[in-house]
């Protein structure tokens, strides 16, 4: 009989491309890794991988039981979710994954709700990638927060396998310190004349320096003397000691440093949009629906606690 679990390892193998990446990926150490696969090779009777001194490849074999194991898979999960829909009760290990702004805003609002069901548990952690959805896809976890500054719903793409659950709309807001000019919300914001201020922006590649970029690309562009820091924590804490000013997603705002106003900017703004993604197999559990619903409501009183706090010192 096939391991699941080494199934599922062999399916990441697939994904990563080597044993020290789904090693790294899983929290094993790789010779453990290696030495699952070799089992499911025993189990199986056919060579899985060609081993060679520079790496490791699937063998036909191995990329036929890779697309059979997604099929053995998400039947398990599909099982294992109609027997839960029977006791119609949550219960077990929910695991989300969410991108740090959002794991910030949105872990005080689900603790409350879900400690109401006392047979299940939630496990939120923070991911610094974007790699929630493959994260869904590979059953690591259960629900993944992920954003898209496309404007595209993901679903209807490569991602249309899974569930994606629109949250809110997530728009680009000025972050000044306390004692700045536009502190003061009956000044206009124009950004023609913030070109000559200090500009603390993420660094090339992060999501959030889309939205900075799209935001001044109508005006010429980013400042050449702007200064980069890795994490919107980071640039938040600067602009509230006055070093510089910040174009940042609204929901970096939730528990943002004191001495921080952030106002609303003119024009077409750009944005993001905050998904929960889940697979479907997984959706007939009770403890996956009631953390859903969870964050949705999360997602109202998150919208809500923004449009207070726009252009109001913090």
Known sequence: MLDL???QILREFSVRGTIAATATALGYTPSAISQQLSALER?????LLDRTPRGAELTDAGRLLVVQAEDILALVEATESILAEQADVALGVVTVTAFPTAAVAFAPLLAPPLRRHEGMQ?????TLLSTGTEKVRSREVDIALVDDWSGQHPGRGADSGLRHVHLLRDPM?????QGHRLADPRRPVVLERLLGESWIVAPEGERSRHGTDALLAGVGGLPSAAWEFEG???????VSRGIGIAAVPSLAMVGAPAGLVHRTLPGRVPARHVYAVVRPASLRRPAVQVTLQALRTAARTVDEELAELTDRPL
């Open 5 to 7: 679990r080494r199934l």
């Open 43 to 47: 189990e199986t009777g056919v060579a």
């Open 122 to 126: 939630l496990v939120l952690r923070q």
């Open 173 to 177: 807001v000025l972050a000044v310190p």
């Open 232 to 238: 919107l924590g980071t640039v938040l804490s600067l």
